[in-house]
């Protein structure tokens, strides 16, 4: 029996799904609304460097629906978009006005993406840019505005809003407020205000006050 | 039965049993409730089923082992393919393990039961405990009459499976403490499950819940873990069913005693 358990526990592991490989995880996507549909740009982190340091990297994807977005974008890997290590998904004025009940629903049914996921509204800039801005304390811009936002949500100054709550609220058609980003006279990512969702869709912004 | 099964063991097993349902349940706001009232109403019918004549038990029980395992196989494989897995390979090493496990005979089973359920229950225990931090109490509503007795005749009728281990058994009162066990912990797992994603749909609820266990920044998407306890119930499931099957090929092929 304990020969079977042994073997039980050999042929579970293998089942978890993870291997030593993962050419470039994402750590951030910003996602907009086109006139063909949706386009990403999601953040790659590089580690091949000689010294060990992680780089990003950007990569643009287009597509009609979600699906053939995220479709499109794991063609241009060559099947390897690793999306499970994403944490932060900033989404566009476009996107948010036309509505983001199908993006978190898409989001929430994708096996390779985290609950815990943040999604955060970019504000006076597009969504791509906003990612792309040096970060302050980290080297990785995605992963800087996560903990940005983990750091505020922490202290009370962001109300506690990962991704299976955001789906929870626009499935039951509840307000929500998302945190909003936008870009700071320095050239930096700094979070301020919240954008107000009725209905999934952008209703209006509130200052941190309000 | 050539050795005595020890009561703990037969609960091990009959709560092994049951969990092995955990992955699949589906959310509502009352399915923790019916869960509760299904177990129990099976609890209490599974004495007088136990009493039914030998011969329709049998074949009762051999039809049931015949559906269980086709049930897990169709469950598993299409878990497993929305998982990402290699589903047809994932499903025949576990149906060789199962075979494996049945091979040793029912009462190895009923002994290998206990250690397996302990560390079972202390995991799920645990996978529930680091996110009661996150639970949402707003979440929980009264039922409406209808489909809360709808569902509970529903799951009592499901957990009366239970009837195939206790049959090996040869035993009513143990497995009932099993089945209590098992379906306790279920509904303990669809309660955590509605607090933490409240009315949201997903194709896993529990696996979806169990992805938000994590103890700070250091261990994190311990669905792996949540999902490997019960496949490894369901793997016991199937067990059980091929164990009665040998069981009863046994009884068939053995030869007439002469007068």
Redesign the interface.
């Known amino acids: 029996m304990k020969r079977i358990t042994a073997w039980m526990l050999l042929c579970i592991l293998p089942l978890s799904g993870c291997s030593a490989e993962s050419p470039l995880p994402v750590s951030a996507a910003a996602l907009s609304r086109t006139a063909e549909g949706y386009a990403m740009t999601a953040e790659l982190i590089r580690q091949d460097s000689l010294d060990g340091d992680a780089a990003p990297v950007y990569l643009t994807a287009e597509g009609e629906s979600l699906s053939a977005l995220f479709e499109d974008a794991d063609r241009k890997l060559g099947g390897h978009f690793y999306f499970s290590h994403a944490e932060t998904v900033l989404i566009d004025l476009t996107l948010a006005q036309d509505g983001i009940t199908e993006l978190a629903a898409y989001l929430a049914a994708r096996t390779d993406a985290r609950l815990t996921l943040r999604l955060v509204v970019a504000r006076g800039a597009p969504a791509e840019a906003l990612l792309q801005l040096d970060a302050l304390g980290e080297s990785i811009p995605g992963v800087a505005l996560y903990e940005l936002l983990q750091g505020l949500a922490r202290r009370g100054d962001l109300p506690d809003l990962p991704l299976y709550k955001v789906h929870n609220a626009l499935q039951q058609e509840e307000r929500l407020l998302l945190p909003c980003l936008y870009q700071t006279e320095d050239g930096h990512a700094a979070a301020e205000g919240f954008a107000v969702f009725e209905q999934g869709k952008l209703a209006g912004f509130l200052s941190q006050e309000e | 039965m050539d050795k005595h099964i020890f009561s703990r063991w037969q609960i091990s097993l009959c709560a092994l049993f049951v969990l092995a349902d955990g992955l699949f349940l589906p959310l509502d706001s009352a399915s923790w409730l019916s869960l509760l009232c299904g177990t129990a109403a099976a609890a209490m019918l599974l004495p007088p089923l136990l009493r039914l004549p030998r011969p329709l038990l049998n074949a009762a029980c051999t039809l049931l082992a015949l559906i269980l395992i086709l049930h897990s196989i169709r469950r598993l494989f299409l878990f497993?393919q929305?998982?990402?897995?290699p589903a047809a390979l994932?499903t025949a090493?576990?149906l060789l393990?199962a075979w494996?496990?049945s091979w040793?005979g029912a009462d190895?089973l009923f002994?290998?039961s206990l250690p397996?359920m302990t560390a079972a229950g202390a995991l799920l225990l645990l996978s529930a405990a680091v996110t009661v931090p996150d639970w949402s109490l707003r979440y929980l509503v009264l039922p409406s009459p209808a489909p809360f007795l709808r569902d509970s005749a529903r799951a009592a009728l499901g957990f009366l499976s239970v009837l195939l281990p206790a049959h090996l058994a040869g035993n009513a009162k143990a497995p009932a403490k099993g089945l209590l066990l098992g379906g306790g912990l279920l509904a303990l797992l669809s309660l955590r499950a509605l607090l933490?994603?409240?009315?949201?749909?997903?194709?896993y609820p529990m696996y979806?819940a169990a992805?938000?266990a994590?103890v700070g920044d250091l261990l994190?998407?311990c669905e792996?873990v949540f999902?490997?306890v019960l496949?490894?119930c369901e793997?016991t499931r199937i067990a059980v069913c091929f164990s009665f099957l040998r069981s009863r090929t046994a009884f068939k092929a053995a030869p007439a005693k002469v007068p």
């Open positions: 497993w929305y998982e990402g897995t994932a090493l576990l393990t494996l496990l040793r190895c002994m290998w397996v933490l994603l409240g009315g949201a749909s997903y194709a979806a992805s938000l994590a994190k998407r792996i999902a490997a496949a490894l793997c």
